[in-house]
């Protein structure tokens, strides 16, 4: 008979220590201390990132939470019971449950922003809803029910629907000279072009993940000020992604200017026009270099204008 005690002593030390790292962390402290996330999913029993993308779910809510409010209020009393990926590498599930009900949020992997959502207490879908029909923007739910009807995934992932401007000088937004330096740095390099991609996808025009649904080409004119295209009856509502030219990215650092490291949480994205400081895990800004990190995101980080690791 195998003995599986060796077995569940690692993974309750794994457990622990994943519970532990976290606990240590500005998330956790931003946060309140609050039970955020089921204790099931700490071991990431279905899925080795499980535990990854309900962390980042937590973040993207408290970016978006003090963006809008400037402040870290209490509105955290739901918990993370589930995560499962839909998309390989691009869509996630995230089920959240609180005292009055259980809701579906449905987000990018790369930045947990949410693309649609839906209760479980009560279909909010009208009976005559064609089958397989999701509680989302249609493009978002063709795109899912496309790629899940396949046996396999197609070669076409969702960075194949972004659009930008410069095909020269750019692959996907990325600078293709940085993109060259960075495969010679290896692991560190790769890690680099992660966290660059998961910034170009925080950064795409609001309408390509929710709202109205609009083509690029409508998406770019109406950042550049000008009026839309008449829209075609017959045209098919895919997934469309646009990135604005001040958004291409030259390089991407874990280190300041000077080579002092950043905070662990932060990196630096060197545009066409500025410096940005975003979240190394969801791409998200924080500060510029005019202003350096914004001051609430320095009280909750513990790091100072330049993103460096305060030393209190």
Known sequence: MTNMWPYLRQRETELFMRMQIYRESFLNQALKGHDRISVRLWTSP??????????????????????????????????????????????????????????????????????????????????????????????????????????????VSLMSHLKWTNHEEYDRGLSRVWLKRAQGEGVLGEIKRVVAERYVLACVVANSVSGPWMTSLDMAQAFNGMAPCLPEITQSMRVQLFLP????????????????????????????????????????????????????????????????LSCT
């Open 46 to 155: 279905d899925n080795a990132k499980q535990i990854t993308v309900a962390i980042r779910f937590l973040l993207t809510q408290l970016y978006f939470s003090v963006s809008i409010t400037n402040e870290t209020h209490d509105q955290f009393k739901s918990k993370i019971v589930d995560a499962q990926e839909i998309i390989l590498g691009e869509l996630w599930s995230i089920t959240v449950s609180s005292t009055k009900s259980m809701e579906v949020y449905y987000v990018l992997e790369a930045t947990c922003e949410v693309v649609g959502r839906s209760s479980l207490r009560a279909s909010t879908q009208p009976e005559d809803s064609p089958p397989g029909l999701l509680p989302i923007r249609a493009d978002w739910s063709a795109y899912i029910n496309a790629q899940s009807s396949l046996s396999s995934p197609i070669n």
């Open 245 to 308: 030219a001040h958004h291409h990215v030259e390089s991407l650092h874990f280190t300041t200017c000077k080579g002092e490291p950043l905070h662990p949480a932060l990196a630096a994205v060197q545009t066409p026009a500025r410096e940005y400081y975003i979240f190394r895990d969801n791409g998200m800004q924080v500060g510029c270099e005019e202003d350096g990190v914004a001051r609430v995101w320095m009280q909750i980080l513990g790091c100072d204008a330049r993103g460096r």
